[in-house]
């Protein structure tokens, strides 16, 4: 579904933010990335639908981004950004409109959707959340947990294959984060997410790639890399503890 070849990228600033990074991942799969603060972990997810941009895409060229058969240029940002949905960390980075009707709709009908069709993904998707009650309020007047499920209302309502999250459990109470972790469980398509939250990776992903220093240093299961203390170490993590328990009690 995602393929990543050879992609180094520096910032203006002068900052190199990732290293011939290479990696794919496959339709329907759930993959964290997972490394310490400014690994470039934000970075890479960001190549997956065009905000940042990729090197010009040609069939000799060494770096490029694709989605499914597609690479991601300039030319194919609007297929691109429908098929795949980026959830930002904060909100307040997404949510814009006065009402939490016109924020769900504002995607679809951006894809040209009719006007029917819209109410339709907007009744449902809120419903999906479990936001249908706050139809005409303000997003401004919800908590940080709610906010958040408006945002996923309005990219379900876009129907992608792809969710990309930027720490989606940050500033979430234990409820709220609850309440997310179900709704993520429910998206039927492919799910990439960059987080700190290690108990979530486990209860929600099945792959690990760990990212450090702009480069992909390690890939595999969520058990294996998780509770491996060398690779966690070498990369400025720490074993869960629910990890850290089970290997206890094999042993």
């Not at 940080?144 to 309502?157: D, M, N, S």
């Not at 400025?236 to 206890?248: A, F, N, T």
């Amino acid at each position: 579904m995602i393929e990543i070849r050879n992609l180094s990228f520096r910032y203006p600033s002068g900052q190199l933010a990732l290293q011939e990074v290479s990696l794919t991942i496959r339709e329907k799969e759930r993959t964290a990335l997972v490394g310490p603060s400014g690994a470039g972990k934000s970075t890479l997810l960001m190549h997956c639908n065009g905000l940042l941009p990729t090197p010009s895409f040609t069939e000799q060229s060494r770096a490029a981004v694709f989605v499914g058969n597609s690479p991601v240029v300039k030319s194919t940002l609007r297929d691109i950004r429908r098929r795949v949905a980026f959830l930002f960390q904060d909100p307040d980075d997404q949510l814009f409109c006065p009402t939490v009707r016109e924020d769900v709709a504002f995607g679809p009908l951006n894809l040209g959707l009719g006007r029917d069709e819209v109410q339709h993904r907007v009744d449902r998707c809120l419903e999906a959340v479990g936001m249908s009650d706050c139809l005409n309020r303000n997003p401004s007047e919800l908590s940080t947990g709610e906010r958040k499920r408006i945002c996923l209302a309005g990219l379900f309502a876009c129907e992608p294959d792809v969710l990309v999250l930027d720490e989606p459990t940050s500033n979430l109470d234990p409820r709220a984060r609850s309440t997310l972790l179900g709704i993520l469980r429910s998206f039927p398509g492919t799910l990439v997410m960059a987080t700190h939250d290690l108990d979530f990776v486990i209860d929600l992903c099945e792959r690990v790639l760990v990212l450090d220093r702009g480069k992909l240093q390690a890939d595999g299961s969520v058990e294996r890399i998780l509770s491996d203390p060398l690779i966690m170490d070498r990369h400025g993590l720490e074993v869960p503890w629910r990890l850290r328990k089970e290997r206890v009690m094999m042993t």
